[in-house]
């Protein structure tokens, strides 16, 4: 059996990612493990314990500080469904995080794009019942 297990997500600073997820988003901090004077073992992630986590990777060169915010070259990185969309857009909202549109009805279901704290693109997906 195979299931997808980390996302490696590049940030500045650990501390920052962690608080940022865990208070805008509602993330819980799984792991936080240190490797080395430099170096973490960061996971974070939404729902169950057996969903798939964000491994939080500070950048340590400036190759991958440059792709901070941009790990996908400007397209949605990420999309965090939920059951409840409207309750967690106001709940995001109210937190701070930034919407780039307002809620469109599309064909699989209600979305808007946001950004993480470091510019990346998300979008916040409610999938219609079919």
Known sequence: MRQLAYI???????????AWFCEKLGFR????????????????????????????????????????GNQTGGRVFLSLQTDDFWNDYFSFRKRGVEFLEEPREEEYGTVAVFLDLAG???DLLQVHNT
Do not use: F
């Open 8 to 18: 490696a997500l590049i940030v500045h600073d650990y501390d920052e990612a962690i």
């Open 29 to 68: 901090l799984v792991e936080d493990k240190r490797l080395s004077e430099r170096k973490r073992w960061v996971l974070i992630a939404q729902g169950e314990p057996d969903t798939p986590c964000l491994l939080l990777a500070k950048a340590s060169n400036s190759e991958q500080t440059k792709a901070i």
């Open 120 to 122: 990346n693109k998300w």
